[in-house]
């Protein structure tokens, strides 16, 4: 697991997780971070979700800092965290 968030002694990354309250609370609450990976996948088994990471990193989708992305089977979503 990476760590998300960035502050003193933290380091910035991307935090991959099923959990939808990642994403709700980096929204809700402003947490600086630079990205969530929300797999919203029907087949959760790590084969799966691999094959739908890396279909997502090769379609070379440009992200920025502060990004909430839902990956499902067939389709990506990406919105903004903060400005």
Known sequence: MFSFCVGPGRRSGVIITHDRDFGTLAIDQH???YG????????Q???NAIAVINRFLDAKV??????LIVLQESQARVRRIRA
Not at 62 to 67: D, L, V, Y
């Open 45 to 47: 088994r790590a084969p």
């Open 31 to 33: 947490e600086p971070c």
């Open 36 to 43: 969530v990976l929300y797999l919203r996948l029907r087949d």
């Open 62 to 67: 440009s992200i920025q800092s502060g990004t």
